[in-house]
């Protein structure tokens, strides 16, 4: 009798261990693929919306096809009061308060990149009185750790309580999180060259300072570095010690340069350039009153899915109402550029060396429909921001057809893109990054951002 019991119950172990093992490894596939996909899922303008949709139309495969006008559910207007949740974007009071300890680092790691020496024994300048600016140019498009520095500085001020979605608290075991203020694009920046037969500059050196000090930490070795918050923003920034510090939360800008297993949109965040033109205060502008139909000045060469650039300067270089052509920020660059893209109504974002390019919030700052060239391309704040309701998504084999490109942007009329430059005005302030931070701007959005992937909303 032992034994007919006995065989029964074996018969159902086995086959529940059977079970069980199948479904881990179901799971464990299906999580790889996750981490695994590609760091950018094409998220493509639909064609059929537009005027003259039979002309142009894009599906999921690349191929290009035409659809019937007559086929298009729900309408624009309907879409638009359908996707009204989503563009909802609630921060600062209406947030949960993140809670972060920054450790006290040496100057050398942040403000005395900017030439500020501590007088006493604090490592941080007092803010209230004066604040080391940050160099400008192109540098100010990688500046977002400087931004959310004095942004934890000034979360101890009284006066500067309100509508905040961080706060520095001193215990790390309080923390939700914990930030490391390296400025590691400025690093970048400043010491990135090699001088003579050095086989470390002065950047790779702070980086192993930086893995030293980190992984000698309680707070890191306590999570193994999970719940710390490091900004690599600048592509080439963190390119040794990322290989060290990977289980952090980078803070980043696009995900060209890095392994899927050492960054990826499960578990990274992307964060917005400063837009390095200036603002378009008081825009009166119109769909008439704006001359260019499309614009784009910069650096024409460039590698890796750069190449682009090149193919469409000569196949738009002698379109009518096109502006193609080189451009940086030395001398009057930063003005003329800004001229241009508040006069034009189309403003090209494509991939340079990496997916992402700062025109994209150069364009938004300057109220120019971006019409954004980057398969690759991760958005920042994608899970409230429907960018397809500002921006248009052209794939690069469809860009890159003769005359492709053109037809479609003079194919979008005026309601459409009124409707568009609305929308950018409405979201500018999104992308905005200041001191004092104030509600709804780019710090405080990527505080939300940081929130939401560390401590995910039930």
Not at 63 to 75: C, L, R
Not at 170 to 194: C, M, Q, R, T, W
Not at 378 to 395: G, T
Request: proline share 5%; glycine share 6%.
């Amino acid at each position: 009798m032992a034994e007919r019991n006995a065989s029964p119950l074996g018969f159902v172990s086995r086959n529940s261990l059977l079970c069980l093992f199948s479904v881990a490894s179901i799971l464990f596939i299906l999580s790889w693929l996750s981490v695994l996909r590609s760091t950018g899922r094409p998220r493509f303008i639909d064609h059929s919306l537009l005027p003259n949709s039979k002309l142009f139309a894009v599906t999921d495969n690349g191929n290009s096809e035409s659809q019937n006008q007559n086929d298009i559910e729900p309408s624009i207007e309907s879409e638009e009061k359908a996707l009204e949740g989503k563009n909802s974007v609630k921060c600062g009071s209406n947030h949960p308060v993140l809670k972060v300890f920054m450790y006290d680092l040496p100057a050398e790691f942040h403000f005395g990149l900017l030439d500020w020496a501590p007088a006493g024994e604090s490592v941080w300048p007092d803010i209230r009185t004066k604040f080391p600016l940050y160099p400008g140019g192109l540098n100010l498009q990688h500046s977002i750790e400087y931004w959310l520095t004095l942004d934890l500085l000034s979360s101890e001020f009284p006066e500067n309580q309100n509508a905040r979605t961080a706060i520095r608290v001193h215990n790390s075991s309080e923390a939700d999180v914990i930030f490391v203020p390296f400025f590691s694009s400025l690093s970048y920046n400043h010491f990135g060259k090699f001088k003579g037969r050095q086989k470390k500059n002065g950047n790779n050196l702070l980086q192993d300072k930086l893995v030293k000090f980190l992984t000698a930490q309680e707070e890191w070795i306590r999570s193994e570095g999970r719940d710390h918050i490091i900004m690599a923003h600048h592509p080439n920034s963190m390119l040794d010690a990322r290989m060290k510090l990977w289980p952090a939360i980078f803070v980043l800008s696009d995900f060209g340069r890095y392994p899927p297993n050492i960054a990826n949109v499960g578990k990274d965040v992307i964060a917005p350039y400063k837009h390095v033109i200036k603002s378009f205060i008081n825009d009166t502008s119109d769909f008439d009153s704006r001359p260019t139909l499309l614009y784009f000045q910069g650096a024409i060469y460039r590698k890796d899915g750069g190449f682009i650039r090149q193919e469409l300067f000569y196949l738009l270089k002698d379109e009518k109402d096109v502006h193609f052509a080189f451009g940086n920020t030395q001398g009057n660059g930063i003005n003329k550029a800004s001229q241009g893209m508040h006069s034009s109504k189309f403003c090209l974002n494509i991939a340079g060396d990496t997916p992402s390019s700062n025109r994209l919030f150069d364009a938004i700052a300057s109220h120019c429909v971006p019409v954004i060239i980057s398969d690759e391309i991760e958005l920042p704040y994608e899970d409230v921001l429907d960018y397809s309701q500002f921006c248009i998504f052209v794939r690069t084999s469809d860009a890159l057809k003769d005359k492709f490109l053109v037809k479609l942007i003079r194919s979008i009329k005026k309601d459409e893109w009124t409707r568009m430059w609305r929308r950018l005005k409405e979201v500018e302030n999104f992308f905005e990054f200041q001191y004092p931070s104030k509600e709804g701007d780019a710090v405080q959005m990527i505080w939300q951002a940081i929130h939401e992937r560390f401590l995910p909303s039930e």
